[in-house]
């Protein structure tokens, strides 16, 4: 059985669906992306972030996209937490664990009434509200003349089941180092229960 999930929420143009290490996804969405490649379809559960790659064409294909690639700075980031926060309480969402960081957050979620899939369209729409609402969106510069924003969000996330206690204090230690990793200080949200196991 189930018991959470950590679930990995890209920015916009962080992992690219044909990056040369390789990606998790099928497709190819953008054109101005497609004449940089197919989808590098992998099916490995490990990071892929350290694997030896071409970087000046992982750069290339960046400077083809639509917007430029979305780094939230600590203000950004913050109204993310906030934005996540306030789906949490209305939500009733379990999280025992969570990074928000430049790129991509990490979070360890339990079970919830909405599967996986709807869990992280309703965090990434709570985040973009509130950054938005702050006056703090990131492609702000690049709104439509209706004012509508693009998404700081890349499609989809990447998601691994945790169905055994270990695996779910193992998922949380990660999540915990994370920001450390980037030369940040440990991270600590209101949001967040405690694991009991």
Known sequence: ???GTHLILSAYGFWLPNDPRGSWSDFVGAWELFRFGRATRVHTRRSLAHRPHDRQARRRAK??????????TGRQARAVGRGFAEYVRR???????????SEHTHLVVGRHRLEVDQVQIQLKGAATRRLTYE???PLA???????RCPTPWARGKWAVFLDTPLAVRRAIRYVEANPQREGLPRQRWGFVTPYDG
């Open 1 to 3: 059985m189930v018991l």
């Open 63 to 72: 400077r083809a996209m639509k917007y430029p690639p979305v780094r939230f």
């Open 91 to 101: 939500s009733g969402l379990l999280v025992w664990a969570c990074a928000i960081l």
């Open 135 to 137: 006056g703090r969106h």
């Open 141 to 147: 510069g690049h709104a439509s003349p209706s004012g």
